[in-house]
């Protein structure tokens, strides 16, 4: 691991040496690679502090990258003898299906219809602040403190999804979760812009939810 790190930091330093002389700023795809962990090795990533009860605890996370050849459905119907979970992230919901081989061995369904619901309320009453308020002037934030609630709500949200499929994976003995494939998000016309910015925050939370998953999972995952 100490190795992995070291390797990845001095090709950082290489590549902004490199990147500096030639007067640019970003990087390709090609150098990005390198930067990466190598598949196979766990390294650990930077601690985060979550509060819990009265206390406060230390999370470091560890992350490994499995390589995958071809799709995730015909490695699981191909590997047998692999436990394998499936997972849907919706709006309201997000549904999971533990598969051994052909055979389909559990189901889970975790519900977050009334937080999303929470959501989009707190974000009209935002809606009517500003019509109040006027036009928002530029480099002042309005709202803030209804801001920090949505954000808290949506980091304690993504926490409780993620630890129930990460208990859920644990009891059932999977070895790895597959996730559905998010493409980028495309707003819906004719909505008002508390519900379109609450199927925003919805949409980002499934990214948010599975960098979460990570933290506490002892599967890999392919999305």
Not at 51 to 77: L, N, S
Not at 102 to 116: P, S
Not at 124 to 148: F, T
Request: glycine share 6%; net charge positive.
């Amino acid at each position: 691991m100490e190795q992995e790190k070291e390797r990845i930091r001095q090709e950082r330093v290489a590549q902004n040496r490199r990147l500096q002389a030639e007067r640019r700023d970003n990087r390709t795809d090609e150098e990005k690679e390198p930067l990466l962990p190598k598949s196979g090795v766990w390294v650990a990533k930077a601690p985060a502090l979550i509060p819990r009860g009265g206390d406060w605890w230390i999370y470091v996370t560890f992350e490994k990258r499995v390589a995958i050849q071809g799709k995730a459905e015909e490695r699981r119907v191909s590997e047998l003898e692999r436990k394998v979970g499936t997972f849907d992230l919706n709006a309201d919901s997000s549904v999971g299906a533990a598969w051994e081989g052909k055979r389909c061995v559990g189901i889970k369904a975790i519900r977050h219809a009334r937080e999303n619901a929470k959501r989009e309320r707190v974000l009209q009453k935002v809606a009517r602040k500003q019509r109040v308020s006027g036009k928002p002037v530029k480099g002042e934030h309005s709202n803030r403190s209804i801001w920090n609630y949505v954000k808290n709500l949506d980091n304690s949200l993504a926490w409780q999804i993620a630890s129930a499929i990460v208990t859920w994976a644990i009891l059932l003995g999977l070895q790895a979760l597959v996730f559905e494939y998010l493409r980028p998000y495309r707003p819906q016309r004719g909505l008002c812009w508390s519900r379109r910015t609450n199927r925003k925050r919805s949409y980002w939370l499934r990214g948010k939810v599975e960098w979460c998953r990570k933290s506490g999972s002892p599967c890999p995952v392919a999305i």
